[in-house]
């Protein structure tokens, strides 16, 4: 046993799963190169007001999955990790001023995240989300807009059947009387309810409506719906966003018991599951709209909307569906020589072809040249070059591992060798 291991609920990711993640991580700066989504990085921690006021004190996010961080004696602040993105971001949009670019200000980012929760499959206490967000335009096309981009991820990855779960949860005019409504119908409830959803119901009473809890699902299915209450303008919003998403082709399904775990919402209200895995640990990303989070934040009221996709969910779900993760990069070409002693030679000649562009290995142990070659192959080169004492008339060996043949080459066709074999070898 190992005197030391990864924090419970924290992962490495070691070089044969990198590719798969690289892969989607490639997929989301293309779309986000082609959708005009700019890249932001913001810190890993940020002061812990930040989160409770922008994700909300009263949410399981805050209350109980902050990764706080002991402060220093001298030091006032405190500080938490980042449970998620948008708070961050808009935080950063205030500090900055960013309401002076043109709107919306449409930015995205990959990176980790950090929850305290019980870990389990899908849910880990570092985890990696792509987030997305378009702040300054209160939609309805935005929304459209970001709901498609959300999709067209899953697609491009490899999961043509992910399914939209859209909802319109009010906002400042609609919500507070339909809250009252819903606290007043799970209180005359309140002996079915279990401890957990009784002791939500004083403090947030939405997220009832949110609970997996089986002994849930009938009181959720009967109880008063927003969608049915939503004021004129939230109507309007939201009969437009769909409408838009319909344009589009993107496949949703109203969910009018969505509500979300974050405070921060308002109006349009997502989640992304694929068909037939729509468990508690299972939504591959969610988002919505959130028209108060710059003001809450310290600046102007300025609408927002964004979306953050969960990738370690993503990776899984691409295991099940037994879509082929990439292999890791195998090395061009992998320089040995018949003189074991002579590293030097090895490693100057791997260098030379690594400047001019070429992926190249050397053996720099000291072992005989049939290991060197027994390494060549077992790192998966395409070619073993091999100097030996033709080396002095400018010529070496050049073996094709693939093909098991060989034959000298000039030292000034080698780089031109080893390209057009790798390129014959690409493209068929
Ligand atoms: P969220 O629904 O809390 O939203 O998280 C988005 C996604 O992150 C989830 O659907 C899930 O795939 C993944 N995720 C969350 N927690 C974990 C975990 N413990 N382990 C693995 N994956 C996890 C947000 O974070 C919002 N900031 C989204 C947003 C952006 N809204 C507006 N803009």
């Not at 067209?152 to 779960?165: D, I, Q, S, T, W």
């Not at 809450?296 to 996709?309: E, Q, R, S, V």
């Amino acid at each position: 046993m190992p005197s030391f291991r990864a924090p419970r609920g924290t992962r490495d990711l070691l070089p044969a799963e990198r590719p798969a993640w690289e892969r989607l991580a490639a997929i989301a700066s293309d779309l986000a190169r082609r959708y005009g989504y700019a890249s932001i990085e913001t810190p890993i921690f940020e002061q812990t007001a930040v989160f409770e006021r922008g994700v909300g004190e009263a949410t399981d996010i805050v209350e109980k999955e902050l990764f706080r961080i002991q402060p220093r004696s001298e030091e006032a602040e405190s500080w938490a990790l980042r449970p998620e993105g948008t708070a961050g971001i808009v935080r950063a949009y205030v500090q900055h001023g960013l309401h002076t670019l043109p709107q919306p200000v449409r930015v995205q980012y990959l990176g980790p995240m950090f929850r305290y929760d019980r870990p389990q499959a899908g849910r880990y206490r570092q985890f990696w989300q792509w987030d997305v967000e378009a702040i300054g335009d209160p939609g309805p096309a935005i929304d459209a807009e970001i709901v498609e981009l959300g999709h067209r991820f899953y697609v491009e990855a490899g999961l043509p059947n992910v399914k939209v779960l859209l909802n319109s949860i009010g906002d400042g005019a609609c919500r507070p009387a339909y809250v009252t409504e819903l606290t007043a119908y799970f209180a005359s409830h309140r002996e079915r309810l279990p401890e957990l959803e009784r002791s939500r119901l004083a403090t947030n009473p939405l997220r009832l409506l949110d609970s997996k809890d089986p002994e849930m699902a009938a009181l959720i299915a009967a109880a008063p719906r927003i969608v049915d209450r939503l004021c004129d303008a939230c109507r309007t919003h939201f009969d437009a966003v769909r409408a838009h998403l319909d344009a589009l082709g993107v496949p949703v399904r109203l969910e009018p018991s969505l509500v979300r775990g974050l405070d921060y919402y308002t109006r349009t209200a997502f989640e992304f599951y694929r068909e037939g895995a729509e468990g508690q640990q299972q939504a591959l990303g969610g988002g919505g709209r959130y028209d108060g989070l710059v003001q809450l934040l310290g600046g102007k009221p300025t609408p927002g909307i964004g979306f953050a996709l969960g990738l370690d969910r993503v990776v899984l779900a691409l295991a099940e569906e037994r879509i082929a993760a990439p292999a890791p990069a195998h090395p061009a070409v992998f320089v040995t020589g018949a003189d074991p002693a002579d590293t030097v030679s090895r490693l100057r000649f791997a260098t030379d072809l690594r400047h001019g562009g070429i992926c190249a290995r050397a053996d720099l142990g000291q072992r005989r040249l049939s290991r060197q070659l027994e390494q060549a192959a077992r790192e998966g080169a395409h070619f073993a070059v091999i100097l030996g004492d033709e080396l002095r008339e400018g010529l070496v060996q050049l073996r094709d591992l693939r093909a098991a043949s060989q034959h000298p080459v000039p030292l000034a066709d080698l780089a031109r060798e080893i390209e057009r074999g790798e390129q014959s070898h690409r493209h068929g």
